[in-house]
């Protein structure tokens, strides 16, 4: 089985997400060692965002000489997630969203035809059977019990945007409120590694 591991956090060394999103690698890894892992890291190879010459090649119009590199890395990206029967990704939260580079990312995954299509009914995901797993890192709280719940379009989106393509049990393990102190951070990161050890095997 493949394990796609996916980091968008701007930090390095100094991010949460990629620490608790290396660790639930490593908690798969040690349960599996058969699994192939494929990394790619969304700030040392970023994606373009989308534009307009990128929307009317996928509406049928020739495909500018220019963006033929873009193009194969669009190819790439979504064959390594069709690919991988497991996705891991660290996701902070910028803003009260996702990384714009991760958003980059998911703009090349969510491909009609390819991980979803528009029938009689609506929309239908065509990426089921997956196992997505995110670590997710927030400055403040944000629970359903917070003054700031409405302020979350992390998890949130995360959460629509895989449901949108046939993946409805998203796992999450956050590590929250990471600026209010030292003492909150290392509380909160030492949660999220617990409970990446306590993962089930893939």
Do not use: C
Not at 18 to 33: C, E, H
Not at 34 to 59: E, F, M
Not at 107 to 124: H, M, N, Q, S
């Amino acid at each position: 089985m493949k394990l796609l591991h996916i980091d968008s956090s701007v930090l390095g060394h100094h991010s949460v997400s990629r620490q608790v999103s290396a660790a639930i690698v490593d908690r798969l890894k040690q349960a599996t060692p058969s699994l192939q892992v494929v990394y790619r890291d969304l700030t040392q190879t970023p994606l373009a965002h989308l534009s307009g010459s990128h929307l009317a090649v996928a509406q049928g119009a020739p495909a500018p000489a220019e963006l033929g590199p873009d193009l194969a890395a669009s190819a790439a990206v979504l064959d390594e997630f069709l690919a991988a029967g497991i996705v891991v990704i660290g996701a902070p939260m910028y803003n009260f969203t996702i990384p714009s580079q991760l958003k980059a990312w998911i703009d090349r995954i969510l491909v009609a035809g390819k991980t979803f299509k528009y029938g009689a009914t609506g929309p239908e995901g065509l990426a089921g059977g997956k196992r997505v797993i995110v670590a997710i890192s927030r400055g403040g709280h944000y629970g359903a019990d917070t003054p700031y719940a409405a302020g979350e379009h992390l998890e949130t989106y995360l959460r629509w945007v895989f449901g949108f393509i046939g993946i409805t049990s998203v796992e999450f393990i956050p590590a929250d409120g990471i600026q209010l102190g030292p003492e909150h951070r290392e509380k909160a990161i030492t949660g999220a590694l617990q409970a990446a050890t306590g993962l089930r095997a893939a």
